[in-house]
């Protein structure tokens, strides 16, 4: 009848959720379906200190920069385990990534990349539900593949870039 027993007799119970309920009865469904985490994006004031110190000093493997005039950015990937990093640095003055270092000196999170099965249905869907996409079409990212980008209002202040899987 020692510690034991009253550490025992006093411990917090926690609530267990009902293994007859699971999570995904409270998710209507859609024509579509969110996918994996491809990648999360990071805006860099020095597209080669952000590359060094990736490869350098934590020993990532790190792509060659490739330029995407059509979204004024500079692109990098760094490969993880289970996703990527885009290291983004601007391209021409009217960057998207440019306006946001202005805001950022040092650089920061500028968003997420989440895959779907089929884009145009949740462009569709998404647009019924009231949620903005910030370009009337999809266009093709810096994986050769469609993306759009979802008000970051409307994202609970996150910008989330969804990118046909």
């Not at 290291?87 to 021409?92: A, C, D, F, T």
């Not at 960057?95 to 270092?101: E, R, Y």
């Not at 968003?111 to 079409?137: F, G, N, P, Q």
Request: hydrophobic content about 40%; aromatic content about 4%.
């Amino acid at each position: 009848s020692g510690l034991l027993s009253r550490l025992q007799t006093s411990a917090p119970t926690v609530p267990t959720l009902s293994s007859s309920k699971s999570f995904s009865q409270n998710i209507p469904s859609c024509l579509w379906k969110l996918g994996r985490l491809n990648h999360v994006a990071i805006a860099v004031p020095d597209l080669e200190k952000a590359q060094s110190l990736y490869k350098d000093v934590l020993g990532a493997q790190v792509s060659e920069t490739v330029a995407l005039p059509e979204h004024g950015v500079y692109t990098v990937f760094v490969e993880l385990g289970n996703t990527k990093l885009e290291l983004l640095h601007p391209l021409g003055e009217k960057s998207p990534i440019a306006s946001f270092l202005q805001k950022n000196k040092t650089g920061g999170m500028h968003h997420i990349c989440i895959e779907v099965d089929d884009i145009k249905a949740a462009m569709t869907e998404l647009k019924k539900k009231k949620i903005r996409i910030l370009s009337e079409e999809p266009k093709i990212g810096a994986h050769g593949k469609p993306v759009i980008f979802l008000h970051p209002k409307d994202c609970h202040g996150v910008l989330v870039e969804l990118e046909q899987a």
